[in-house]
């Protein structure tokens, strides 16, 4: 029920998801509504496709309390069915906070880790796929938080994109050692440490240039970095639109361009890369953009089946607790 | 000598700073090599251009130390000549790091400034302009730093933008007052006790959307946003590109629309704004891009003549000398 045009995409990636990658879906939501809803698609009954009542919806503007309060929300109701082994995964469209919050206190979080991370994938110049975390879950974070998360985002890209060896760079503004702030100097000196492929400190400019494919960040950053991109994204389709259109010749010719337009748009379209796992909570839960649309919802149900099978959570556990004798891992 | 391609955009841009807009421009820089360039221009001898030695460059690598060292650099004895008040206003597209430094040490900061800050203007949707600061000069900040960052910006967008009353933001993730980490939480008291358009917490997609005309960060905060913003500029370049080259037929359609392309290109070219001020240093220092082209020179010469004669400094130092007494701008 949280995307802002819900049901409709959540059914219709739902439904998708179980014709092409063979998923098996509960739909979570009010029962009477999603069940008339989904008697409009005549192919609905011969998918694995089922619906779980839940009689309360988490809007975008509700507070924490509302949040607490409503116990038998979509979003509670759905991650309780992970826990309870009923579910491999959750996928979500609705109130991020939310979600992250009810995830951290139904799931909890997987042994060997202090703070959960959100984590957004997203393309690059040389068409890569690169993971930035964490992306709001986290707003003040310890040196340890961001080695966690490091780990994390390494085991993250190497089970669902496949990367052998990715490159981990902590973001901060300058390359050498000694730049950043008080956090990111010391993190520095953590992830220096760990078995993975570091390769220092990174820069804004560098997210989208492929030379990376995980950016660790505290949550603020983070969530700085990915909404100044939105912010960006939409400043420059807004100025091209209006600057295309305000001439008949330009017009033609942006006429004759439009599959370079539609390319353009699928190259950098978020919705391929199936939303943003919290990674580091005892369970699968994937939190994907209100504006999600089929496409997100599908990505995101194949995606997060994935991340089950590849028993990421797993690999982290076990990560995590190999690491923890080490200086590098221990809480102060 | 700072840019990419010094010294001629340097010179270009003094020039046309001299013919467009009245500027007297001292050119710092190496004699020889400085009135050799100048002598290629036949026009130059009718203005008001000198050139003022100085016999080291500091370059893009150069550590804190090579810059403390190069004690005749073209940085140090350009901000000289603003102390010894022989010139108005510093311009540079060099090292940021070093010109900040620089201009610290030599100029001092203003009455009632704890942390100068760098503040980059850059334009939205609407077509108005937004100013982001702190962009880089201070990494770790206290709440009072975000504080004095919102006075400055807001002196700054009246006296340069024209803006009657600026909408001033603290960049955050999340618009409610109890969003953000503790930083932004404690400095939102703070800004809310300011005489100035304190319109609460705005996010990094807010940024570029035109709803905001002042947004107060740290400087690694800031800085991240800005470098980010390049990045996905640089991928939406480069995939635009790509896919436009693809196809016979979207080239016709690319060369239809190219007079698109160049406005589009104008409506977000940061030369426009003439770089960014320090702001809170006793004296009136500019840095632009490493990348400046001639047009970026001549309007930060432009600019950074409007800032001396608009007395902005005289302001800064006089807003804040008025709130020290209240509680709101005591260093604690």
């Known amino acids: 029920m949280g995307s802002d045009k819900a049901p409709k995409p959540e059914i ?3 439904l998708q998801a179980a014709r092409h990658h063979g998923a098996r879906v509960l739909l979570v939501g009010p029962e009477a509504r ?18 779980v009542h839940a009689s309360e919806v988490i809007t975008m503007d509700d507070k924490v309390e509302a949040i607490r309060a409503k116990r038998d929300s979509s ?17 979500t469209a609705g109130n991020t906070g939310a979600a992250m919050a009810t995830a951290k206190m139904v799931l909890g979080a997987l042994p060997g880790v202090d703070r959960p991370a959100l984590a957004a994938a997203f393309p690059t110049v040389l068409n890569t796929a690169a993971v930035l975390l964490d992306v709001g879950a986290n707003v003040d974070c310890e040196p340890v938080n961001l080695a966690q998360f490091a780990v994390m985002g390494d085991i993250y890209c ?29 993190a520095f000196q953590l992830l220096k440490q760990l078995p993975i492929n570091f390769i220092g400190n ?14 660790v ?18 400043l ?20 004759l361009s439009r599959n370079a337009f539609s390319d353009f748009k699928k190259r950098l ?27 997100a919802i599908k990505n995101a149900v194949r995606v997060a089946s994935e991340f089950a099978a590849g028993r990421v959570n797993e690999t982290i556990a076990r990560e995590l607790a190999r690491l923890r004798p080490a200086a590098a891992l221990q809480t102060s």
């Open 217 to 234: 960040a505290d949550g603020f950053v983070g969530n700085v970095a990915l909404k100044t991109s939105e912010g960006v994204a939409r």
């Open 269 to 295: 379209d978020h919705t391929e890369y199936g939303g943003a796992p919290l990674l580091g909570v005892k369970g699968v839960c994937f939190i994907t953009h209100g504006s999600s649309n089929t496409n």
């Open 34 to 51: 999603l069940k008339s809803e989904l008697a409009r698609y005549p192919g609905a009954r011969r998918l694995p496709i089922e619906v």
């Open 202 to 215: 990174v820069e804004g400019r560098d997210l989208y240039n492929g030379d990376v494919d995980v950016i």
């Open 158 to 186: 190497r089970a669902i994109f496949g990367m052998q060896r990715p490159r981990v760079g902590l973001l901060s503004i300058g390359e050498e050692e000694g730049k950043g702030n008080d956090l990111t100097r010391e």
């Open 12 to 14: 219709e990636g739902a």
């Open 236 to 255: 420059v389709r807004a100025v091209l639109k209006e600057t295309l259109r305000s001439t008949i010749t330009r017009q033609v010719g942006a006429l």
């Open 75 to 91: 979003i509670r109701v759905g991650l309780r069915l992970v826990r309870e082994g009923r579910a491999a995964g959750f996928v």
